[in-house]
């Protein structure tokens, strides 16, 4: 439950005394500034309309941040962004105010607001006349701003063929700033993404080289004749556009509100790639990201993503009703998982369904296998292992890793000949051809090889009494293999196997970061994840809540040696749902470019993933 905000505003009088109004906020979030319409308005020039928001971020802890660039004083030092405890005081100085902010009586949020002693502020009405001694400001103001109209627009537009030759270019006049790494190379050719003049940069100019599914030769050669150092990303939209467009909030500012209107009126929409990545502009300082992570670095040309996940997913349900989404404002009050798991079988089609993570969550998958039994250092499959393994390159007490094999960010398909094979024999005695050993992963050859091979031009001759001491208790198949209710004369049949490779298909985790593998101080080992050395089950789902991700994610080097980002992008692609985000090196591409003359190559192009 969030905790409640009391704001106090003690007003002194002429005379000597006070006068003091107390009001609740309920929301957990109170916005500061100078405008009447702020939860805690400040009447001071120096204060910007919108200055800052105090937010409840937990139990006894609020974010302070500034909308701008403007700093404010806490406890005496300048910031424009802190999390504050507040079982202690703190002081807030924004202008000719003091905000003292601590902890109530009642367990509520208590906010003193006072302005300081000896400093009204009885602002000059000559400081902000438009009269002046010698040249008025009105005039000077309508002087410069006919010069400039003329200097840059009409005369460039007028005369483009000679000034073309000339050292003022109009392009140059027009630009707010340099192009990122990754466009540079059209720094000269500003028609490629301005294929209008006078209208906003459309879509349809950043998916000639980047839409997902085009001729992607084509698209490569025609962006390498351009002379660009380094290939395209492909991208797909993150849902229908139309849904977007519903799902996008309106602007939280008043200033923005009304810079919205003028954009639709001047045919300038929001709904565009160029809405969210702006070019022309350098990366500012991000006060919260790892020191060890900067790889936008701050007044460095670069895209800038000027609209992050929770302005849409924080009231998603509000503007989308029928969304299956659980709103999300931030990483404090992310749902927990719900992986994707096998609950059945259709015949032989397993049916995938999404469950919720409790000490009895459980997968359908066909196997019978226990965990706690192999992983176990001093039992049985501990020494058949350092007995029998020596030949398949362990030869020691199992681990994880004996058979869950590393293959990029994932693991290798377990196959039971290669990770099984060395202790669990598939060898079969009986029939005219004496041991035979079973084809594990050809379930139609299994009956023939039980029941003494084929006979000839009639198929395999099946011995049903064979068969049913094979899936009966202590048979050669129950030891690993769910067997189940079946027509014709057994009456019983071995179940279907399916292990889903991914079971957070929306939310991708990638076991080849290095603090996911156990590299590092602080680093996470398997163990600290799944708890499989305590399951006795296959049917357990080992993967644990989101709140171990939280031990990392969302600290600081002074938290845990292991600090990770909290960012949605850290876990989400948002042009390739279901799929890992662009991460290292393609992060490289985009952000810092390479080196003149390097063309990455043979990057996987995404696609559509199955579960």
Known sequence: MTQTITLRLITRQAGGGEIVRTRTIDWGEAVIGRATQCDICLDDLAVDLEHAVLKVVGEDRILVEAYGNDPFLVDGKPTTRIELDITGSHTIAIGDYVLVIARGPEGDIAVTVVRKEGEEHHPTP??????????????????????????????PLAGRGILDQARIHPDQQWSTGPLSKAHAFLEKDCQACHTHAFKAVRDTACLSCHQQGGDTARIDARVEAKGSPFLPLLISDHAAHGRLV???????????????????VVDHPRDRCASCHREHTTAPPDPVAPKTADILRPGKPALVVVNDCAACHSKLKMRLSDTKLVDTPDWNRHPDFRPLVTQGFNGAQPVLQRVSLTSRSVEQNGLTF???????????????????????????ALTCQSCHRPDGGGFKPIQMERDCGACHSLAFAGGPGGLQSLKHHDLRAVPGVLAGGPTEGAGPKVDPA???????????????????????PLGAQI?????????????????GVSAHA????????????????????????????????KKCHGKTEHDTPAFAGAQCSECHSY???????RTGQDRLFTALGL??????????????QAP
């Not at 042009?575 to 985000?581: A, C, D």
Request: a positive charge.
């Open 370 to 396: 226990s965990h706690r039994i192999h992983m176990n250092p001093l039992g049985g499959a501990a020494r058949q292992a350092i007995v029998l393994g020596a030949g398949r390159g362990y030869g020691a």
């Open 595 to 608: 080196p003149a003359g390097q063309k990455p190559r043979g990057l996987p192009t995404l696609g559509p």
């Open 246 to 264: 519903q799902a996008m909030p309106p602007p939280p500012t008043l200033h923005g509100k009304i810079a919205a209107v003028f954009e639709t």
């Open 126 to 155: 000559g400081m902000f006349s438009l009269k002046a001694t010698m040249f008025g400001r009105r005039r000077m103001a309508w002087t410069l701003g006919v010069a400039i109209f003329l200097l840059c627009l009409i005369v």
């Open 495 to 511: 179940s279907p196997v399916f292990l889903v490779n991914r079971v957070l298909p929306w939310g991708d985790f990638n076991h």
């Open 518 to 549: 156990g590299v590092g101080a602080g680093a996470a080992a398997c163990a600290d994840c799944h708890k499989a050395d305590a399951s006795d089950r296959t049917q357990d789902v080992l993967i644990q809540g989101i709140d171990t991700c």
């Open 575 to 581: 042009h390739q749902p279901g799929q890992s985000p």
């Open 466 to 488: 064979v068969l049913r001491r094979a899936m009966a208790p202590g048979g050669l198949c129950v030891d690993c293999h769910t067997i189940r209710n079946g027509s014709g």
